[in-house]
């Protein structure tokens, strides 16, 4: 094989989908408003975005590969935004890569990556969170997946941990599996983040919601509501979660 340029390593199923209504979809947007300031004036947020790669991702890969710039370019409109990659596929593999301020450069990554099949990873993501902010404060993780099959208490207490750190976790699955949303509905509330279900058909949907949490890590709460005054629908939905 040629050489790999896919991202470092870090260290360290499903019922049939349906769409999400508006009202869940509305209540996550509202739990921004509870989070207060998010990166410090002068300085350009930071956001971790995580995915799951095994083979079930494979559709939403290719999704996320074009949403991302979406997210990009709603926080350069606000003062920027430094994201970095980060995703688990395969027989333990999880990788994170560099910090990135461009979406070409996060998109090249992206276009590296193929999925394969596996388990989930969630906590080494967690783990790799807090390593990540105990360095320099991270604003917000984002992670899209549609399982879990990790023990749930290690799962809370990591999340747990990032809550006291101040840094929320916007958990958004696909799907309806019920133990993942257990699981990811626990890991926002314990780092006072947020979770929503979305329909992969329904890509608009996961677009409004990345960029609503995109101007919260590069702007804090003001920047949310300049998006609501927009009339940007998954901001109000994200202010009214976060109360």
Not at 66 to 87: P, S, T
Request: net charge positive.
């Amino acid at each position: 094989m040629a050489k790999d340029r896919t991202p470092a390593p870090t260290e360290g199923r499903n019922a049939p989908t349906t769409g999400s209504s508006r009202p869940e979809i509305d209540k996550f947007l509202e739990t921004v408003r509870s989070l207060g300031p998010a990166a410090q004036s002068g300085q350009r947020g930071r956001l971790i975005f995580a995915l799951d790669a095994t083979m079930s991702r494979q559709p939403l890969w290719d999704t996320a590969c074009r949403l991302q710039a979406d997210m990009f370019r709603e926080a350069a409109a606000i003062g920027g935004l430094d994201v970095q990659l980060i995703y688990y596929r395969g027989l333990g593999e999880c990788r994170a890569s560099g910090w990135v301020s461009d979406a070409r450069q996060l998109g090249s990554l992206m276009e590296k990556i193929d999925c394969r099949g596996g388990h989930s990873q969630i906590g080494k993501i967690l783990a790799h969170t807090r390593r990540e902010t105990e360095k320099r404060k991270v604003q917000a993780l984002v992670f899209v997946g549609d399982a879990m099959e990790e023990p749930i208490d290690d799962l809370c207490a990591a999340a747990g941990g990032l809550g006291l750190l101040g840094v929320p976790a916007f958990m958004f699955q696909e799907g309806n599996d019920a133990v993942a949303e257990q699981a990811f509905r626990e890991i926002a509330r314990l780092s006072r983040g947020a979770y929503c279900r979305f329909n992969m058909g329904a890509a608009h949907e996961l677009a409004e919601l990345l960029r609503a949490v995109a101007a919260y890590a590069a702007g804090g709460i003001k920047a949310l509501s300049d998006l609501k005054a927009r009339h940007n629908a998954s901001a109000v939905k994200l202010l009214e979660q976060l109360r």
